[in-house]
């Protein structure tokens, strides 16, 4: 028996994405325990906020400028090699950035794992573009998704521990990581069917002037800058830097990342259908504006006239809730970029474009939010940040939904 229409819920996902899902979760542990020591490990050469929150934007520059190779990369090399190399040169970054001696070291350490970082990324998100079923893409990517942020939720709490043995363990603690995620995509890719090189670069490929032309791509490129600016600078960077002034603990740092990692954990255990069933373009506007607002008043647990308690309850608070706003955000973008590229076309140099404009704001973000944290405090940095997070929903506010302009029609699943 055929179904004409098969509900998302019921496809499977390929084996070739669960492995990713499960190398994904380990590399996500890795960087989570790396997350709330690294800007404290950059100040303790005795720099500024602003300085410290460059060793975030470093890596993230290093992606963005090396993307156009990595999509390169990945058409010509497949995605299997790239994914793996991108792997082994983090590790060897991570380690290498444990042994930093200076500010400098550290900044040229960090950054060249970026290199890597973007290699891996690209490749996996074509693999997602290509295995993922067209009427599953919201469910595939929260799945995805869902893994690093499990790991993100164990990641900063390990990382919290790791600290009291001294802040470069940490970075050993995530070489090894890496490791094991290059050994398990190694081993659990190995023989699978992929296509072939030959066949990669022999498909279709979307240029970047054809996704231009879609509204939907230039609302995604506008909202991923916002998203990096915010989930992957700001949060990365000066959120542990908020924590530690609210209360001048270790643990502090990790525990607010881990709870917004909650947040986000448990939205995508539902917003990936939501955004299959309902359309990717109502859950990126609802999850900009929570993450907005949340981010915007991130500065209240520093108002003099909190105790440090209820000072800690609301920043734990407003982290959860701004990361539910990550949730409902991700997955309905992701998804949006492969109902304009499609499963059948080559869209290494449209997904490398998009990560620039992440890593973009990632990039910029940390450094100016510092500078006005420095400048203001970090109320007002909290606050520009919530404002540039809101100016992601002002493409999408106009824009037509994704599902129903670009995705193909349910495909048909075999019933025994």
Do not use: K
């Not at 005795?46 to 975030?56: E, L, Q, R, Y």
């Not at 955000?329 to 998009?354: K, M, W």
């Not at 973000?365 to 919530?386: E, N, Q, S």
Request: with cysteine; glycine share 12%; net charge positive.
């Amino acid at each position: 028996m055929t179904s004409p229409r098969t509900p998302a819920s019921r496809i499977s996902i390929p084996r070739e994405i669960w492995i990713l899902v499960g190398a994904a979760f380990v590399i996500a542990i890795g960087y989570g325990i790396i997350s709330p020591v690294l800007p404290a490990f950059a100040r303790s050469f005795d720099v500024g906020v602003a300085a410290a929150s460059v060793i975030v934007s470093a890596f993230a520059f290093f992606r963005l400028v090396f993307a156009p190779v990595g999509g390169e990369l990945v058409s010509r090399l497949g995605e299997r090699p790239v994914y793996l190399a991108g792997l082994v040169i983090v590790a060897v970054s991570s380690f290498a950035t444990a042994f930093a001696q200076s500010y400098v070291q550290l900044l040229v350490f960090r950054g060249l794992g970026g290199i890597g970082s973007t290699m891996f990324t690209i490749s996996a998100m074509a693999l997602l573009v290509r295995l993922a079923p067209p009427s599953a893409r919201g469910r595939v990517s929260s799945t995805y998704a869902s893994a690093f942020l499990i790991g993100g939720m164990i990641g900063p709490v390990l990382g919290g521990v790791l600290a009291g043995w001294g802040m470069r363990m940490p970075f050993i603690v995530y070489a090894v990581a890496l490791v094991i995620a290059a050994a398990v995509v190694a081993i659990g890719l190995r023989g699978a069917r992929l296509r072939p090189a030959e066949e990669h670069i022999a498909r279709d490929v979307v240029s970047l002037a054809e996704a231009w032309r879609s509204p939907v791509y230039r609302a995604v490129l506008v909202s991923g800058a916002s998203n990096g600016w915010t989930n992957f600078g700001v949060r990365v960077a000066v959120l542990p830097l908020l924590a530690a002034a609210v209360l001048d603990e270790a643990w502090v740092a990790g525990a607010a990342l881990a709870i917004g990692a909650v947040g986000t954990a448990i939205t995508l255990q539902f917003s990936g259908r939501m955004a299959d069933r309902l359309g990717r373009r109502p859950l990126v506007i609802s999850g900009l504006v929570v993450m907005g607002t949340t981010m915007a008043l991130m500065g209240l647990s520093l108002h003099p006239a909190l105790s440090v308690g209820v000072g800690l309850t609301v920043l734990f608070g407003l982290s959860l809730v701004s990361g539910v706003g990550a949730g409902l955000v991700n997955p309905a973008q992701q998804a949006a970029v492969a109902d304009v590229i499609g499963r059948e076309r080559n869209g290494g140099r449209v997904l490398s474009t998009v990560q620039m404009a992440q890593d973009g704001g990632a990039i910029v973000g940390p450094i100016l939010v510092g500078l006005v944290a420095d400048r203001f405090g970090f109320g007002t940095a909290f606050l520009v940040t919530g404002l540039v997070c809101l100016v992601g929903v002002v493409p999408w506010v106009t824009t037509p939904e994704p599902l129903v302009h670009h995705a193909p029609p349910l495909e048909v699943e075999e019933e025994s």
